[in-house]
């Protein structure tokens, strides 16, 4: 192939990768046909019309649907943290992915969960934000909180994520370490370390079953811009620029360079935002 | 089948490989699709070998981790001040090993730099054995003109490690001019300008009725392409820090994505007159706080970013054709190599310099390792490539120490092998009864400057006053370029020699060692590929099972085939899921055949039910 027609190809893959993070399916796949036109032994641009094909069929079916800011994973966390603040709270049910409906990961049985939060009412929290929800707070040292009920709730979570990935639900798994571990880097003195920490390991296989075959190859399924607003920082975008739709999820953790356990948990928070979309293994 | 020879290109920066297939020198793509892979090797924190794009895309945010650039190590000894350079300006911890040698850590490892290129050939073979579908075990591998014995010797050492008999070691612009004459008639003097990756290397070249000769040859270990995308990268920050007040440079990750794009960036600029650089959400300053890099960049301030990084390898050219007497007049052709040869000024320069327009028939990445192949086929069937001769020079120049530490050469550089110099010495002191001959190879005047290759003594001379004693000193090259060196006692025929062998710093146990631990990394490594594709395998199956299971309960709901019996196999669906979570392979071994059992009795049951209900 010359050397035009070679970045020409690239060139369409990466207008390809635009489209499909911004939602123009059918502009995406246009791209890719093009790119495998100018190259029929292409194995990336073969990949993508083959996923590109699928998800046009899913979106039809009524299967699929677009990512959006309702699945980020801080929207339960600051009304999980102000539902501690209530005195007279009992209960905090998380939703878990598998609630919603046609959620890809596939988990089967994805129940409520009840977290407690030490009082006595019941409280349900949505991942919508809507409900009359408390304010979202950054950091728990802003709400008068109580340090037991936090402490409770960690030993929850860490109990929570055990039991689903003992069952073989690794979506609650991996949201309950997500839960846990957030409250630990947001938890007032003397915080809740002496729980969480012991749990990392189980955390990480935690993460590593939601994320599924580490031999998959995720493609970037929202613009990296818009990662902020999905409650994610600098690392997910950085993973976000390895994937290339060849690229394994094993490899983008082995050749981040950030340490392991960081990599698979922003890979599990991407995937739970459902900013990125996942082809399969080569 | 027949016996396949490989040509390995094997690059600082990046490496190639091909074969000759028919009489066409094909080059093989890697995985991704690419024709060359970078030469880089990382140590994952798992422990995990990588290398290839893989670890060059890490290499900034795992960077005491990844080994690059070791080409400019191999061979080296340690005192080198070429190694000393290198420590100073690489990120990866470098120790002195135990034979005056260089050794690379990585995590808690100790790699000799042969065994870190042997990964990088390894990657060659296995791209090329997919291609071919057949074991490779033969190859030939480039080399620099200027590399010594020693650094040879290492690169076949590197080979042996990979698995891989180095059937022949050449000269990068040999094997270049080799791909460029292949299949047309070529005769007189080329230059081939070389910038790649990481080095710049000019070589002359005669050729004549097929016969290839370097004539002379120079560069810079230090000059490449990546001092192009460090031109850009700082640009690119300096502008984003004077808007920002952040210095990207100072995070891995933004570093990290910063060179990926300015290289990318600077190889489109080749084709086209500006490029965009959008990096979104390269950093953040603070919680939700998002910085977005978006910045146009034209051709001509590239061009004008770089302008001094080109000058050099112009005045590189120039000091080498002065070397060797050479117009460029005398020129038949000018052969452009290396990647970053495709960069319009660097062209231009060329051009002007040499007073005609370069050659833009041959790729320039991939040019080195179809030489290596071609040669590689005329190795092993002299009618692949026929009328080819090669000729190798001398890369340094040999002698020995001198009254005063001074160098006395012998064999100039560039001098064609095989050769023989002789030149008699005599007596320094009165009433000298012995002498000791100190062979160098290298080009500083000062003996000690130079690469020490070894030393003896020819004793019993006649006492006499100073001057009075003849010592004839003799060295000679092979045509396998093994280089001797005798000293006789003109009045008493006496004689004393030595034959200098190279040596790449590790001794022959080490080398057997690392290629059995390598080849036990191999086959742990493909063990692990199988269980993956078990695991995959059965994975899908018990997806399909499940799936089956809520209509298969409805069917046998009521019927003889109780409740227990699908207990049974919800517990070997469990067991099945279990082991492929945990990738097990007892496990996936166990499962496997009631797996496919539970299956089919499910597909049955299925069919039987659609059957009665039509």
């Known amino acids: 192939m010359a050397k035009d027609a070679s970045l020409e190809l690239k060139q369409l893959i990466q207008r390809g990768f635009d489209h499909h993070e911004h939602g123009r399916e059918h502009d995406a796949l246009s791209d890719w046909e093009t790119a495998l036109k100018l190259d029929k032994r292409n194995m990336q641009a073969k990949r993508l019309v083959e996923f590109a094909k699928k998800r046009a069929e899913e979106v039809e079916a009524g299967q699929h649907t677009p990512p959006s800011r309702r699945d980020t994973i801080e929207s339960p966390i600051p009304q999980f943290l102000a539902a501690l603040t209530e005195r007279h709270s009992d209960k905090v049910t998380v939703p878990y992915e598998g609630q919603k409906g046609g959620d890809p990961l596939g988990d089967r049985a994805a129940p409520d969960r009840e977290l407690y939060t030490g009082g006595k009412a019941k409280k349900s929290i949505s991942s919508s934000g809507d409900g009359g929800a408390p304010a979202p707070a950054d950091t728990l040292e802003d709400l008068p909180v109580h340090a037991d009920d936090v402490r409770a709730s960690a030993t929850e979570l860490v109990g929570e994520c055990r039991t689903a990935l003992g069952e073989n639900r690794p979506a609650p798994a991996a949201l309950a370490a997500e839960l846990a571990l957030q409250l630990a880097e947001r938890a007032p003195p003397p915080g809740v370390d002496d729980v969480v920490e012991p749990s990392r390991a189980l955390f990480e296989r935690a993460f590593r079953a939601f994320m599924g075959n580490p031999l998959a190859c995720p493609i970037r399924a929202v613009p990296t811009e818009t990662l902020a607003d999905h409650g994610l920082d600098q690392r997910a975008a950085f993973l976000m620029s390895r994937m290339d739709g060849m690229t394994s999820l094993a490899d983008i953790m082995d050749g981040s360079g950030l340490k392991r356990f960081d990599a698979v948990r922003v890979l599990a928070a991407l995937r739970r935002a459902k900013a990125i979309d996942i082809l399969p293994a080569i | ?614």
């Open chain 2, 1 to 614: 089948m027949a016996e396949r020879v490989i040509g390995i290109d094997l690059g600082t920066t990046n490496s190639c490989v091909a074969v000759l297939e028919g009489t066409a020198p094909t080059v093989v793509a890697n995985r991704g699709g690419y024709k060359t892979t970078p030469s880089v090797v990382a140590m994952s924190e798992s422990g995990k070998r990588l290398v290839g794009h893989i670890a060059k895309r890490q290499a900034v945010t795992n960077a005491e981790n990844t080994a690059w650039a070791v080409k400019r190590l191999i061979g080296r000894p340690w005192t080198s001040p070429a190694v000393q350079a290198v420590k100073a300006a690489v990120p990866y911890p470098l120790i002195e090993g135990p034979h005056g040698d260089v050794r690379i850590k990585l995590r808690d490892q100790h790699f000799s730099v042969p065994e870190i290129s042997a990964y990088v050939l390894q990657e060659m073979r296995a791209i090329a054995e997919e291609y071919l579908g057949q074991t490779v075990s033969k190859a030939v591998v480039t080399v620099p003109a200027y590399f010594n014995d020693g650094q040879r010797q290492a690169t076949k050492d590197a080979g042996r490690i990979a698995g891989l008999d180095v059937i022949r070691i050449i000269n990068e612009p040999t094997a270049a001019a080799l791909a460029y004459g292949f299949g047309r008639k070529v005769d007189g003097k080329i230059v081939v300008f070389d910038l790649g990756g990481g080095t710049f290397d000019v070589s002359i070249l005669d050729i004549t009725n097929g016969v290839f000769e370097v004539v002379a040859t120079a560069g810079d270990t230090f000059l490449g392409g990546e001092d192009y995308d460090k031109r850009l990268v700082d640009w690119l920050a300096q502008g984003f820090a004077k808007e920002h007040k952040v210095d990207l440079r100072a995070d891995t990750m933004a570093l990290q994505r910063l060179k990926d794009a300015a290289e990318k960036a600077k190889c489109d600029l080749s084709a086209v007159r500006e490029t965009e650089i959008n990096l979104p959400f390269i950093i953040s300053t603070g919680r939700n706080q998002a910085f977005h890099l978006h910045r146009v960049i034209t051709r001509s301030k590239l061009e004008e970013l770089t302008l001094d990084l080109t000058e050099r390898t112009i005045q590189i050219c120039r000091l080498t054709m002065e070397d060797a007497g050479i117009e460029p007049k005398d020129l038949a052709e000018v052969v452009l190599v290396g990647g970053m040869t495709r960069m319009c000024k660097v062209q231009e320069l060329v051009g002007e310099f040499f007073g005609r327009e370069p050659c833009k028939s041959v790729h320039p990445d991939e040019v080195v390792a179809m030489g290596a192949s071609i040669q590689g086929a005329a190795l092993v069937d002299a009618a692949a490539a026929p009328d080819m001769l090669l000729l190798d020079v001398t890369p340094h120049s040999l002698g020995i120490m001198v009254a005063g530490g001074h160098f006395h050469r012998l064999i100039d550089r560039n001098t064609t092998v095989p050769t023989a110099k002789s030149h008699i010495f005599t007596t320094v002191r009165d009433d000298q009864t012995s002498v000791k001959i100190v062979v160098f190879q290298g080009e500083s005047d000062r003996a000690e400057e130079n690469e020490l290759l070894g030393e003896f003594v020819l004793s019993g001379l006649r006492r006499a006053t100073k001057g009075e004693v003849e010592v004839e000193v003799t060295f000679e090259i092979s045509a396998d370029g093994i280089v001797s060196v005798s000293a006789q006692d003109m009045e008493t025929g006496a004689e004393q020699s030595i034959t200098v062998t190279a040596s790449s710093g590790l001794t022959e146990n080490e080398i057997a060692r690392m290629a059995s631990e390598n080849q036990d990394h191999m086959v742990a490594a493909r063990a692990e590929e199988e269980v993956e594709k078990e695991r995959q395998r059965i994975e899908k199956l018990v997806d399909e099972a499940e799936a089956l299971l809520p209509k298969v309960e409805e069917i046998l709901a009521g019927t003889p085939f109780g409740e227990d019996s699908l207990d049974n196999v919800r517990l070997i669906l469990d067991d099945a899921r279990m082991a492929v979570e945990r990738r097990d392979a007892g496990g996936l071994e166990q499962v496997a055949e009631p797996l496919m059992r539970t299956l089919n009795m499910f597909r049955g049951v299925v069919d039987s039910g659609r059957l009665r209900s039509s």
